[in-house]
Nanobody, 120 residues
């Protein structure tokens, strides 16, 4: 049974920084891409960033230059460093991982989400 657990959300002032973490646990063969998404009130879930197992990154234009995604393959953990936060960044942040299980079948897994609130 595979699970993703996010941590690091909270309340921060505009212009501040926050670091999110997401750890995968369970019996896992390997992890392909990992990423971060968010859902603001009244909006659809949107893509923020992904990172491959080899460290290649891709960012949405809205966060490029402000957010940095990284991962620690030894601990099956993905991070999102968020700088220069603005109220528009408020929302529920979700981590995602494409995981190959021990039966060699691939599935996308999602964390429960962590709330990020940026005050003005």
């Amino acid at each position: 049974q595979v699970q993703l657990v996010e941590s690091g959300g909270g309340l921060v002032q505009a212009g501040g920084s926050l670091r999110l973490s997401c750890a995968a646990s369970g019996i896992i063969f390997s992890i392909n891409d990992m990423g971060w998404y968010r859902q603001a009130p009244g909006k659809q879930r949107e893509f923020l960033a992904t990172i491959t197992s080899g460290g290649r990154t891709n960012y949405a234009d809205s966060v490029k230059g402000r957010f940095t995604i990284s991962r620690d393959n030894a601990w099956n953990t993905v991070y999102l460093q968020m700088n220069s936060l603005a109220p528009e960044d408020t929302g529920v942040y979700y981590c995602n991982a494409n995981i190959v299980r021990v039966d060699l079948r691939e599935f996308d897994y999602w964390g429960q989400g962590t709330q990020v609130t940026v005050s003005s």
